[in-house]
């Protein structure tokens, strides 16, 4: 089992840049596929970009793709998220998300991933 924690979030202006970032305990890290997914008010969890095992294979949401960017250290046990130009609707709290499965059509549904980190709160002021 591996546990995901969160950091980095917090408030910044519109077309600003932040890094979030996501560590994970255990030694099996680049056994997990990883996920960022993120939940506005009043409006459900959804995808934001995942990435494979060996971090070669990226995968993003329309709405943030040019803009945000994930990658992984497997030496470290940490997955990023990088985003740039952001906006007002990009405020929700982000969440990253592993899974052991091999195998998964998308990896962009929320059953896709066993687990999850607690969260960090994204702000962004017009």
């Known amino acids: 089992q591996v546990q995901l924690v969160e950091s980095g979030g917090g408030l910044v202006q519109a077309g600003g840049s932040l890094r979030v970032s996501c560590a994970a305990s255990g030694r099996t890290f680049s056994s997990y596929r990883l996920g960022w997914f993120r939940q506005a008010p009043g409006k459900g969890r959804e995808f934001v970009a995942t990435i494979s095992r060996t971090g070669f294979s990226t995968d993003y949401a329309d709405s943030v793709k040019g803009r945000f960017t994930i990658s992984r250290d497997n030496a470290k046990n940490t997955v990023y998220l990088q985003m740039n130009s952001l906006k007002p609707e990009d405020t929700a709290v982000y969440y990253c998300?592993?899974?052991?499965?091999?195998?998964?059509?998308?990896?962009?549904?929320?059953?896709?991933?066993?687990?999850w980190g607690q969260g960090t709160q994204v702000t962004v002021s017009s």
């Open positions: 998300a592993a899974s052991l499965s091999p195998y998964n059509d998308d990896w962009r549904g929320l059953d896709d991933y066993e687990y």
